[in-house]
């Protein structure tokens, strides 16, 4: 018999665009609340905080506030279980010094310069997407053939990953990150997909190119691990695709269902870009950051939080709090976007945040460009939001033109 | 009295926000992928802006600073 599936963690909790009212009226009462996120997830204390201050107080220190399971600065200063081998590499585990070791070894290969590389290769994925939409016919899912059709093959172009090998790598990759599999299955495509990264690592060792991963190998290959490597391979696949298929078909459906806003960033670069932070923020398709470990005991938006707990930053609660924004709940492509954290605060603030940035850009004003006529195929109330995954999006976008 | 504009490049976590949100005063090495400037002494017409860069830069990197005619 199939287990009943899991609840929804809380802090995860969706209506359509906004938080869930019962994350609101967490968040009414305090900038830091005591919860416990899912039933049944123990007593051990959990932390949500939901002030814009807050989170960016949390994010922004990494002296008392630590992200790794693994090798974690406690208390005592003892360190913890060593990282197992899936975990290596996946930055956002881990603290200073190591992380600081890594980070600055892949920020050169992030700047906004080396993403404008990639720009006509991201044209040329988003132009044969829309070619499939074309082809479908009418209606068509946007979110099959559009939202999450484009990240992937972007990120082979990032990674380096030969255009033969791309659909085999994107099934196996998404098995090994699919978190409804059953265990047996997922480790077997878990297996798979860590040899080819393995082989993919080694011909660039051997024979680097000019892509990102030939260039790190060329520049740090001596202090790189193949482990290292590896997991950094998958750290850009989990950062890079419901996080942008999140925003490629959510932002769709609030621009359809915004007319007004939606002929604002039509045809105006400049106004799409701006469009595109107030989207981030109003969106905030992740949920939250990698949760923070308490390294000291301290106050934190009038709570006592002791070293050992638990805290949890909620994205779209900071996103939508009237101290970052004077009306949060209105999206207004118009206005001068705010600091929002939609890519995070601190040390920790997303790696791929230009290249993000350049795909939203280019997704929305070719799809926009392209289907002058775009609607929904289906009633607003019918469209089915995805909640079960590290990022919210929606499940399908039918669409005609 | 003018603006002094002082970077951490230790602290810059190279996101690239301030030269996106302010290409006439910051740019990025292609170095380290992190804050260079342009410009230390902004004129006063990019004040406002300069202090936008500075509240969204995730690190608390870029800082604000007096400069009056003293310190020359
Ligand atoms: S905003 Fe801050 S962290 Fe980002 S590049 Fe500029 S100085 Fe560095």
Known sequence: MPNEPAPV????????FDPADELRRLSAGGPVTR????????DRPLWLVTGYHEVRQVLGDQVRFSTSRFGARTPGGTSKTQRPDDGIGLLMDYDPPEHT????????????????????????IVTECLDAVERAGQPADLVGLFAAAVPGPVLCELIGVPRDDRDDFLRRCHAHLETGKERGERAAAGTAFTRYLAALVARQRKDPDEGFLGMLVRDHGEEFTDK??????????????DNISGMLGLGTLALLENPGQLAVVRDDPAALDRGIEELLRYLSVPHAPTPRTAVEDMTLGG??????????????????DPALIDEPDRLDLTREPGPHVAFGHG????????LARMELRIGY???????????LAIPAEDVEFRVRST???????PVTW | MSMEIRVDRERCAGSSLCMSYLPAVFDQSDDDGKVLLRTPVPGADVAEAVKGAAARCPTGAITLHARDAQDA
């Open chain 1, 347 to 354: 040390i920790h603030h997303c790696l791929g945040a230009a």
């Open chain 1, 228 to 241: 290292e490597l590896r997991g950094i391979c998958v750290l850009l696949m989990l950062a890079g695709l």
């Open chain 1, 391 to 397: 990022a919210y999006g929606v499940e399908r976008l």
């Open chain 1, 9 to 16: 963690p809380v802090h995860t909790r969706r209506t359509r």
């Open chain 1, 365 to 375: 004003a070719e799809l926009l460009r392209r289907f002058p006529g775009l609607r």
């Open chain 1, 303 to 320: 709570k006592r939080i002791r070293a050992g707990d638990t805290l949890v930053c909620s994205i779209p609660l900071a996103n939508r």
């Open chain 1, 35 to 42: 919860v416990s996120l899912a039933p049944g997830a123990g």
């Open chain 1, 101 to 124: 070791r890594l980070r600055k070894m892949l920020t050169p290969e992030f700047t906004v310069r080396r993403m404008r590389r990639l720009r006509p290769r991201i044209e040329a």
